[in-house]
Protein backbone atom coordinates (compact mmCIF):
# COMPACT_ATOMS: atom_id res chain seq x y z
CA UNK A 1 0.00 0.00 0.00
CA UNK A 2 2.55 2.34 0.98
CA UNK A 3 5.05 1.81 -2.22
CA UNK A 4 1.21 2.31 -4.48
CA UNK A 5 0.82 5.66 -2.55
CA UNK A 6 4.86 6.61 -2.90
CA UNK A 7 4.43 5.54 -7.22
CA UNK A 8 1.18 7.85 -7.06
CA UNK A 9 3.03 10.59 -5.73
CA UNK A 10 6.49 10.77 -7.71
CA UNK A 11 4.77 9.95 -10.54
CA UNK A 12 2.19 12.85 -9.94
CA UNK A 13 5.07 15.06 -9.39
CA UNK A 14 6.88 14.09 -12.59
CA UNK A 15 4.37 14.33 -14.65
CA UNK A 16 3.87 17.92 -13.32
CA UNK A 17 7.30 18.88 -13.90
CA UNK A 18 7.51 17.67 -17.93
CA UNK A 19 4.24 19.58 -18.17
CA UNK A 20 3.73 23.00 -16.22
CA UNK A 21 7.34 24.17 -18.38
CA UNK A 22 5.21 23.33 -22.16
CA UNK A 23 1.79 25.10 -20.64
CA UNK A 24 3.99 28.15 -19.27
CA UNK A 25 5.52 28.50 -23.24
CA UNK A 26 2.16 28.03 -24.95
CA UNK A 27 -0.08 30.73 -23.10
CA UNK A 28 2.74 33.46 -22.65
CA UNK A 29 1.10 36.58 -24.26
CA UNK A 30 3.02 37.94 -28.14
CA UNK A 31 5.41 40.83 -27.51
CA UNK A 32 3.79 42.87 -30.37
CA UNK A 33 6.45 46.09 -29.52
CA UNK A 34 8.32 45.27 -32.30
CA UNK A 35 5.80 44.86 -34.96
CA UNK A 36 4.41 47.74 -34.03
CA UNK A 37 7.07 49.93 -33.97
CA UNK A 38 8.05 48.51 -37.79
CA UNK A 39 4.39 49.27 -38.32
CA UNK A 40 4.83 53.40 -37.37
CA UNK A 41 8.21 54.11 -38.36
CA UNK A 42 7.49 52.65 -42.18
CA UNK A 43 4.17 55.21 -41.49
CA UNK A 44 6.41 58.32 -40.72
CA UNK A 45 9.48 57.67 -43.47
CA UNK A 46 5.99 57.81 -45.93
CA UNK A 47 4.63 60.92 -44.24
CA UNK A 48 8.03 62.54 -44.36
CA UNK A 49 9.16 61.48 -47.84
CA UNK A 50 5.37 62.77 -49.28
CA UNK A 51 6.04 65.86 -46.77
CA UNK A 52 8.86 66.86 -48.93
CA UNK A 53 7.28 66.24 -52.24
CA UNK A 54 3.62 67.07 -51.58
CA UNK A 55 3.65 69.63 -48.43
CA UNK A 56 2.61 69.15 -45.41
CA UNK A 57 -1.20 69.68 -46.18
CA UNK A 58 -1.46 67.71 -49.44
CA UNK A 59 -3.99 65.33 -49.98
CA UNK A 60 -1.31 62.83 -50.16
CA UNK A 61 -0.01 63.34 -46.25
CA UNK A 62 -3.53 63.13 -45.01
CA UNK A 63 -4.12 59.58 -46.55
CA UNK A 64 -0.76 58.70 -44.51
CA UNK A 65 -1.52 60.35 -42.01
CA UNK A 66 -4.98 58.30 -41.60
CA UNK A 67 -2.85 55.21 -42.27
CA UNK A 68 -0.63 55.65 -39.00
CA UNK A 69 -3.80 56.36 -37.07
CA UNK A 70 -5.00 52.94 -38.22
CA UNK A 71 -1.60 51.61 -37.11
CA UNK A 72 -1.62 53.38 -33.66
CA UNK A 73 -5.05 51.97 -33.21
CA UNK A 74 -3.98 48.48 -34.23
CA UNK A 75 -1.09 49.45 -31.72
CA UNK A 76 -3.97 49.37 -29.46
CA UNK A 77 -5.35 46.36 -29.72
CA UNK A 78 -2.72 44.65 -29.94
CA UNK A 79 -1.71 46.16 -26.45
CA UNK A 80 1.72 47.20 -28.13
CA UNK A 81 3.09 50.79 -26.98
CA UNK A 82 5.07 52.86 -28.72
CA UNK A 83 7.53 56.12 -28.79
CA UNK A 84 4.56 58.86 -28.26
CA UNK A 85 7.68 61.31 -28.09
CA UNK A 86 8.63 60.09 -31.66
CA UNK A 87 5.19 59.60 -33.50
CA UNK A 88 2.55 61.57 -31.54
CA UNK A 89 4.07 65.16 -32.85
CA UNK A 90 3.92 67.21 -35.53
CA UNK A 91 2.14 66.44 -38.84
CA UNK A 92 1.94 62.72 -37.74
CA UNK A 93 -1.20 63.42 -35.92
CA UNK A 94 -4.24 64.74 -36.29
Known sequence: ???????FILGSALAMALTLP?????????????DCAKRLEADRARIDRDSTRHGDHSSQVNRDVDRIEADRQWC?????DWDHA?????????
Do not use: C
Open 22 to 34: IGRATFAAKDWGP
Open 76 to 80: RDHHA
Open 1 to 7: MIRQIAR
Open 86 to 94: RFDVGIYIR
